[in-house]
């Protein structure tokens, strides 16, 4: 389902952010994603197509929306976005051109360039819309450019993508093939075929891995990943993300349920010295 336009579909975009990449960053979240990380915390970048973003657990319960309306907008889901006396109905999703949004982007060339920071492009999986990441890409020149991804994508998008790239973060989910397909959806020989050439091309890199109690925490998994990546030399540092105990929270405004059965107690402490035992820079954000 990727676009084979210089289109594409973004569900955000986040200024000056701090944690995407080396300064302060714009973040544009491109939306849909291959995987189904069951930990996922933006469920409304799942999704290749617009959706409806309801904040249920505020509603009156009134009717109003569900009547029948006139706006172009809405008939798609047999909904009206306007109605809703608290405006809690929004549209997730926004068609973009490439060209409009790398002139928006270059708006804020002078204050990145002269702080350090640059653009991140994220998602969902932004490389599964590969064209339009491209264009993006390259209509950003001079910025600095980085991406957030799962690495789940062929590899020869992934090295297209890696000319035109400043940084990465990758994420590392899990190092065993079947635990990796149970509680994402798809296997991971793919991602570490793209870790591989993602260390052969030099560009810097991070490898970030969400840690979810009881799952992917574990002593022998972490170390696994350490020695992975040991001998990368383009490698700045392992980032260590801890659970977001509200991973959750968005999942019934659009419409889906959070599926994740794990024991939130079941988190282990995280020893770095694992990774420093090989020679890899760890840190926890």
């Not at 955000?12 to 080396?22: A, N, Q, R, T, V």
């Not at 569900?66 to 608290?86: N, V, Y």
């Not at 809690?88 to 068609?95: D, F, N, P, T, V």
């Not at 400043?166 to 020989?189: C, F, P, W």
């Amino acid at each position: 389902m990727w676009c084979n336009m210089a289109r594409g579909l973004l569900f955000d975009i986040k200024e000056l952010s701090i944690h995407d990449g080396p300064g302060p960053r714009i973040t544009v979240f491109l939306k849909g994603c291959p995987l189904r990380c069951q930990w996922c915390h933006n469920p409304e970048g799942l999704a290749f197509e617009q959706e409806l973003m309801v904040k249920t657990a505020q509603c009156l319960h009134c009717g109003l929306c569900k009547k029948p309306c006139d706006h172009a907008e809405c008939q798609p889901f047999q909904r009206c976005l306007h109605a809703c006396p608290k405006g809690l109905i929004s549209l997730c999703g926004e068609e973009v051109d490439a060209e409009q949004l790398a002139k928006q982007l270059l708006g804020y060339r002078d204050f990145l360039m002269d702080n350090g920071g640059g653009i991140t492009f994220s998602g969902g999986e932004p490389l599964a819309q590969p064209e339009f990441l491209l264009a993006l890409l390259q209509k950003t020149k001079p910025l600095h450019r980085a991406i957030q991804t799962s690495g789940y994508v062929e590899s020869p998008i992934f090295e297209a993508a890696l000319e035109h790239i400043d940084y990465v973060m990758l994420d590392i989910k899990h190092t065993d093939n079947v635990i990796h397909k149970q509680y994402t959806g798809v296997d991971n020989a793919l991602i570490l075929k793209n870790l591989e050439l993602l260390k052969k091309s030099g560009k810097p890199f991070v490898i970030r891995i969400p840690l979810i109690p009881g799952i992917n925490d574990a002593v022998e998994n972490l170390e696994n990943t350490a020695i992975l990546i040991k001998d990368a030399k383009a490698l700045v540092r392992v980032e260590l993300l801890p659970y977001n105990p509200f991973a959750g929270s968005k999942y019934p405004m659009v419409g889906k349920k959070f599926a994740l059965k794990f024991d939130e107690q079941e988190s282990r402490p995280i020893d770095l010295s694992l990774f420093k035992k090989h020679g890899v820079e760890a840190v926890i954000l």
